[in-house]
């Protein structure tokens, strides 16, 4: 039996509105409901759905930038909770890297590359040759390790999100998630960066959860799919059969709606 690298069980978000007068009820919106997600060891895993399905939400609880409402989460066997203190949960950001949407947004315009690349090394207290490191990690993503001395505003959109998953991968995490990293993209970088992050999984070994509103990125690199709408999974199975044959009229529908990449 493989492993379970992640898992999630009964994970539920709320959030609750102010009061619009004195007496007035307050309004409850329910983000994620009651989700359970298994991610196995070396495995990839696709979340799709179109906006507002829960998906950042999910992935936001599974990593600890929230804490959800009713639920628990365990990474590695070990209970993940976002109400310690940041130090306790150094292991987690030690296990886990995140690539996020806005490749620009996500780096500080101020760091050079090779601090930006750097800064889990120092963070999370690696130790080791950090600055071989980070022009180790630069060569793996396809940038020249020369480039370390320049800043984000130097480099195109498909470069910038290199550099965010090389800050994602530089500590040799077990799991990397993608929340949306390919759709601020053009057709032609998307497929470049949908190709290494294949051959990173590949020649690295890590777990991806890979969260995309687009169904051909998910059939290219992940092996199943979880399918959200409203705050709850709808469908889930294994890449192929759920894409060729979708039970949910959901399913069906994304499938009829989004277009897919072609074959890089």
């Known amino acids: 039996m493989t492993d379970v690298l992640l898992r999630a069980r009964e994970l539920t978000r709320r959030y609750t509105a102010p009061r619009r007068a004195l007496f007035a009820p307050r309004a409850v919106t329910t983000a ?26 999910l992935v936001r609880l599974l990593l600890a930038l ?74 793996q993503v396809g940038l020249d390790a020369a480039m370390a001395d320049r800043f984000p505003h130097e480099f195109s959109g498909g470069q910038r999100q290199r550099i965010a998953i090389a800050r994602a991968i530089v500590h040799r995490p077990t799991l990397l998630v993608g929340d949306e990293p390919l759709s601020a993209l053009d057709v032609t970088v998307r497929a470049q960066i949908l190709r290494l992050l294949a051959e990173l999984r590949a020649s690295t070994g890590m777990t991806l959860l890979l969260v995309s509103h ?51």
């Open 66 to 139: 929230d804490t959800p409402t009713s639920g628990s989460v365990e990474l590695g066997g070990r209970p993940v909770d976002a109400r310690q203190s940041a130090r306790s949960l150094h292991w987690l950001r030690r296990q886990s890297g995140i690539v996020f949407q806005d490749p620009y947004a996500s780096l500080d315009p101020r760091m050079s590359i090779g601090r930006i690349v750097g800064e889990p090394l120092w963070a999370l207290d690696i130790a080791g040759d950090r600055r071989a490191r980070v022009r180790e990690v630069l060569a």
């Open 32 to 57: 994620l409901d009651a989700v359970d997600l298994d991610v196995s060891t070396g495995s990839a895993v696709g979340v799709i759905g179109e906006s507002g399905s829960g998906k950042s939400t």
């Open 214 to 264: 687009d169904l051909g990125v998910v059939q290219h690199l992940c092996d199943d799919v979880v399918v959200m709408k409203e705050a709850r999974i709808v469908e889930r199975g294994a890449t192929s059969a759920v894409l060729q044959n979708p039970v949910s009229p959901y399913t069906q529908s994304l499938l009829a709606a989004i277009p897919t990449l072609p074959r890089p």
